[in-house]
């Protein structure tokens, strides 16, 4: 079999149908409900006890600090009221010692001091304030809690999420290992450290990071409504949305403001239909997956996310380089070669090492649309140190990226569209004539050619939407999620508490912190004084 025709059977495999979608979508509203009545299911449905999202009006300068790999990062954000803000951050590495700490402590300790450090260089004037007024006032809380920095922790590890600013580690990830915090509450542990530093720092609410670009973009965004979803199509992809609380049937316990009958849900949606009921699987995705650390789980993530799209092309050319029938990247000689040499690849090409291949050569075959693909071919030779290709090599490889990323664009307007149809704002009135915003961030929608356009023309072919209703949805990027989200999740934990007269947050943590066993009591003393 020719390249050519070898190459157009490897693409219809990767072909989602129309009707594919709307099976998909389907599926997917269906185990939307299904996490939202009970635990264990392939959409976790994580209530995040943020009740409201932001609508571009509110004021005020709030803190942000995001653990979320070997960095921590510290922001402040002003915001300005008129849907802008204004940004200030610091970040440091964690010293690697820290990561493998052999008490919770050290790595609490080591990060609120980087959060006194960031307040005495940029809020120099308000830090001196606070102190004085610390010093001087003999409440037992020490400060009035307006004078208070309200902070959003984002911190991207497995964690049970049992309050707006309590949740207790499940497991570390991402090279961290300090055993005696798991099971205990993150959000307790940063503030008994916060506290004796007497800092004026409340850890208002834990953030996770997809719930923060939902945050962020409804915040910054145009219109009268707020934005009804957050997603991420990057390394990996997750989604976050409105919901109403009244759809939400399994147990929701701690404290929660319930008067505006919303609830933002963490999907969870990379481990959507691990069943694999409708989710495609060719012979490569099935490889991939007894590849990875946790095969059967995350399946849909792993067909979507730049993380796994190039190893997807990588196993596709592996299999055609095994084929001798096939003339991918092989000539009988230069004449069969329009640069008149021929095609080698060098035995250290990542198209031999697992992970090899970056998503990255993908965008540029997407991009290049020239006649003879100088750039691809230029790209394959730079990363994949394949010398020399041919044009129709490059023109069989350009057409298998593209088959993947078209089916990773498909797959991701399925979760969009399920939740535009769960929302019910295609055809509730208080959106007539309002677009319905949708924030992603990630590699995927903001690098990789047409993959949003390939999301709309998805979305047209819906049933429920179609291509009205997609010209209604405005998909926009968001940025920071982890910091400007954040803080505005700080922000509606404080409006949350003003509702509720729950005026002692620090108070429960600093008793939370007293519990720990890992705590001395002296310094727990410390942060009371």
């Not at 943020?50 to 995001?66: F, I, N, Q, R, S």
């Not at 915040?219 to 997603?231: N, Q």
């Not at 008149?340 to 291949?357: M, N």
């Given at each position: 079999?020719?390249l050519?025709?070898?190459?157009?059977?490897?693409?219809?495999?990767?072909?989602?149908?129309?009707?594919?979608v709307?099976?998909?979508?389907k599926?997917?509203?269906?185990q939307?409900?299904?996490?939202?009545?009970k635990?264990?299911?392939?959409?976790?449905?994580?209530p995040t006890y943020?009740?409201?999202?932001?609508?571009?009006?509110?004021?005020g300068?709030?803190m942000?600090v995001d653990l979320g790999?070997t960095n921590f990062r510290v922001?402040?954000i002003?915001?300005?009221?008129?849907?802008t803000?204004?940004?200030?951050?610091?970040?440091?590495?964690?010293p690697?010692?820290?990561?493998?700490?052999?008490?919770?402590?050290?790595?609490?300790?080591?990060?609120?001091?980087?959060?006194e450090?960031?307040?005495?260089?940029?809020h120099?004037d308000?830090?001196?304030k606070h102190v004085?007024?610390?010093?001087?006032?003999t409440?037992?809380?020490?400060?009035?809690?307006?004078?208070?920095?309200?902070?959003?922790?984002?911190f991207s590890?497995?964690?049970?999420?049992?309050?707006i600013?309590?949740g207790?580690?499940?497991?570390?990830?991402?090279g961290?290992?300090?055993?005696?915090?798991v099971?205990?509450?993150?959000?307790?542990?940063l503030?008994?450290?916060?506290?004796?530093?007497h800092?004026?720092?409340k850890?208002?609410?834990?953030?996770?990071?997809t719930?923060?670009?939902?945050?962020?973009?409804?915040?910054?965004?145009?219109g009268?409504?707020g934005?009804?979803?957050?997603?991420?199509?990057?390394?990996g992809?997750?989604?976050?949305?409105?919901?109403?609380?009244?759809?939400?049937?399994?147990?929701?316990?701690?404290?929660f403001?319930?008067?505006t009958g919303l609830?933002?849900?963490?999907?969870?949606?990379?481990?959507?239909?691990?069943?694999?009921?409708?989710?495609?699987n060719?012979?490569w995705?099935?490889?991939l997956d007894?590849?990875?650390?946790?095969?059967?789980?995350?399946?849909?993530?792993?067909?979507?996310?730049?993380m796994?799209?190039?190893?997807?092309?990588?196993?596709v050319i592996?299999?055609l380089?095994?084929?001798q029938e096939?003339?991918?990247f092989?000539?009988?000689?230069?004449s069969t070669?329009?640069?008149?040499?021929?095609t080698s690849?060098?035995?250290d090409?990542?198209?031999?090492?697992?992970?090899?291949?970056?998503?990255?050569?993908?965008?540029v075959?997407a991009?290049?649309t020239?006649?003879?693909l100088?750039?691809?071919?230029?790209?394959?030779?730079?990363?994949l140190?394949?010398?020399?290709?041919?044009?129709?090599d490059?023109?069989?490889?350009?057409?298998?990226?593209?088959?993947?990323?078209?089916?990773?664009?498909?797959?991701?307007?399925?979760?969009?569209?399920?939740?535009?149809l769960?929302s019910g704002?295609?055809?509730d009135?208080?959106?007539?004539g309002?677009?319905?915003?949708?924030?992603?961030?990630?590699?995927?929608?903001?690098?990789?050619p047409?993959f949003r356009?390939?999301?709309?023309?998805?979305?047209?072919?819906?049933?429920?939407?179609?291509?009205e209703?997609?010209?209604?949805i405005?998909?926009?990027?968001?940025?920071?999620?982890?910091?400007?989200g954040?803080a505005?999740?700080?922000l509606?934990?404080?409006?949350?508490?003003?509702?509720?007269?729950?005026a002692?947050?620090i108070?429960?943590?600093?008793?939370t912190?007293?519990?720990?066993?890992?705590v001395?009591?002296?310094?727990?003393?410390a942060g009371d004084?």
């Amino acid at each position: 079999m020719t390249l050519e025709a070898e190459t157009k059977a490897v693409v219809a495999q990767f072909d989602y149908t129309n009707e594919d979608v709307n099976k998909a979508v389907k599926e997917f509203i269906r185990q939307m409900g299904e996490g939202l009545e009970k635990e264990g299911t392939s959409l976790s449905q994580i209530p995040t006890y943020v009740t409201g999202v932001p609508k571009g009006t509110e004021k005020g300068l709030y803190m942000a600090v995001d653990l979320g790999g070997t960095n921590f990062r510290v922001c402040s954000i002003n915001l300005n009221g008129d849907t802008t803000f204004n940004l200030t951050f610091s970040k440091v590495a964690i010293p690697r010692e820290l990561m493998v700490a052999k008490s919770a402590k050290e790595l609490f300790a080591f990060l609120a001091k980087q959060i006194e450090l960031f307040l005495k260089e940029h809020h120099g004037d308000q830090f001196e304030k606070h102190v004085r007024r610390r010093m001087t006032v003999t409440s037992p809380e020490g400060f009035k809690d307006e004078e208070v920095f309200r902070l959003g922790f984002t911190f991207s590890f497995p964690v049970q999420q049992i309050g707006i600013n309590k949740g207790k580690l499940i497991r570390w990830t991402k090279g961290f290992d300090i055993p005696d915090a798991v099971g205990k509450d993150v959000c307790a542990l940063l503030q008994q450290e916060i506290d004796i530093l007497h800092l004026p720092v409340k850890v208002a609410a834990l953030v996770n990071d997809t719930v923060g670009t939902l945050m962020a973009r409804s915040y910054t965004s145009p219109g009268k409504t707020g934005t009804v979803l957050g997603a991420i199509f990057g390394t990996g992809t997750n989604g976050a949305y409105v919901e109403k609380l009244a759809n939400i049937k399994k147990p929701v316990t701690g404290e929660f403001d319930k008067s505006t009958g919303l609830m933002v849900v963490n999907t969870e949606w990379g481990s959507f239909d691990n069943q694999l009921n409708v989710l495609p699987n060719t012979k490569w995705d099935i490889e991939l997956d007894k590849e990875t650390p946790n095969p059967g789980i995350q399946m849909y993530e792993k067909r979507v996310s730049g993380m796994f799209l190039g190893e997807i092309v990588r196993l596709v050319i592996v299999d055609l380089l095994k084929n001798q029938e096939v003339s991918l990247f092989k000539d009988e000689n230069s004449s069969t070669n329009d640069w008149k040499s021929t095609t080698s690849i060098a035995p250290d090409s990542g198209v031999f090492t697992q992970w090899g291949l970056d998503t990255s050569v993908m965008s540029v075959a997407a991009a290049d649309t020239t006649p003879e693909l100088v750039a691809l071919r230029q790209a394959l030779e730079e990363q994949l140190h394949i010398y020399s290709p041919s044009l129709e090599d490059a023109q069989a490889f350009k057409a298998i990226a593209a088959a993947v990323g078209r089916r990773a664009a498909r797959l991701s307007a399925v979760a969009i569209a399920a939740i535009v149809l769960q929302s019910g704002t295609l055809t509730d009135p208080a959106y007539d004539g309002e677009e319905i915003d949708i924030g992603v961030d990630g590699s995927l929608v903001e690098h990789y050619p047409y993959f949003r356009d390939m999301i709309y023309e998805a979305l047209g072919q819906i049933e429920g939407i179609g291509k009205e209703g997609a010209k209604r949805i405005r998909i926009g990027i968001a940025k920071d999620g982890s910091g400007v989200g954040a803080a505005l999740i700080a922000l509606v934990a404080a409006d949350m508490e003003k509702r509720t007269s729950n005026a002692d947050y620090i108070g429960e943590l600093r008793d939370t912190a007293k519990n720990s066993p890992s705590v001395p009591a002296d310094e727990v003393a410390a942060g009371d004084a």
